[in-house]
């Protein structure tokens, strides 16, 4: 657990798996062997296992305190739920809620749940099991979810299929339902100002309806890009995308988007699954990028 200033904001790392692992070719179909060769000496250890040959993510939150909120991004994939197309998901049982605590952030604490996406490593801690029910973690916060994304993951759940591949209708049923008929959600469309410091931006691709969070605070910014990139290769090789994004080209225009718009700024780069820190800045490299960390 770590926490960067933004002026007087800090921001919270909370992890919640902090080893993640898939071969290459699992995770990033796009990547040559050659690209990860050449980066394989600075992504090790914390990006790559190379006894393993494995790359390597994580799975976090980030916690921003402003001076008038607390603000969970995305909260990772909870405990007790069935995951069964993905077993590093299924029926977890991890300290998450205790290291939200250390990170001084109790659940009536939290007044905003932004969630960049609804796949199920991003919502999982929406609700808890209490006495057989799945009910909101987070009783006095306001849940904000894109309304593209919201309308379709509550079609498949309607379809009542899960053929997407990544457990849809469940994760709907027990982490994004109940917070909605709980009436704690607000459905965001377009940009969107939480407030002066704090602005949800669309970043479809990776899924119809992900959008990213900025905080800005002076002259100095921290970009919550979500699943925009899942692995540093992708800001070296940003035309590679993640197995998991559902529409290719949409996904790989916004990513270089966000990288030419970060690029050489004072602005953190913050996604939800970069292992280690988390923590980078972009930078311009020759016709590409590259990562500080």
Request: with cysteine.
């Amino acid at each position: 657990m770590t926490t960067r200033m933004i002026g007087d904001v800090p921001i919270t790392h909370v992890e919640e798996i902090p080893r993640l692992a898939f071969p290459p070719g699992d995770l990033l179909p796009d990547m040559s062997r050659e690209a990860l060769d050449k980066h394989a000496a600075w992504l090790r250890p914390d990006h790559y296992d190379a006894d393993e040959d494995l790359v390597i993510m994580s799975v976090h939150s980030w916690v921003i305190k402003t001076a008038r909120h607390t603000i969970l991004v995305d909260t990772c994939s909870g405990n007790h739920k069935e995951r069964p197309s993905l077993p590093p998901f299924h029926q977890l049982d991890v300290p998450y809620m205790e290291r939200l605590a250390a990170a001084g952030v109790h659940p009536e604490q939290v007044d905003f749940v932004m969630c960049t996406h609804l796949h199920l490593d991003h919502v999982g801690w929406n609700t808890r099991l209490e006495n057989g029910r799945w009910v909101p973690t987070f009783p006095n916060a306001k849940y904000l979810f894109s309304k593209i994304e919201y309308d379709h993951w509550a079609a498949i759940a309607e379809a009542g299929t899960d053929d997407d591949g990544v457990d849809g209708a469940l994760v709907y049923a027990d982490s994004i339902l109940p917070v909605v008929e709980a009436g704690l959600t607000e459905m965001v469309e377009g940009t969107h100002a939480m407030d002066d410091q704090l602005v949800i931006e669309p970043a479809p691709g990776h899924t119809p309806g992900s959008v990213t969070l900025m905080l800005t605070v002076g002259d100095e910014e921290a970009l919550f890009a979500g699943d925009t990139l899942h692995h540093p290769l992708q800001v070296y090789y940003p035309e590679c995308n993640s197995a998991f994004c559902l529409e290719p080209d949409v996904a790989r225009a916004t990513r270089r988007r966000l990288l030419e718009e970060s690029a050489d700024r004072p602005r953190l780069f913050l996604p939800a699954h970069f292992a280690g820190s988390g923590v980078s800045r972009v930078v311009s490299d020759g016709d590409g990028f590259a990562l500080e960390f």
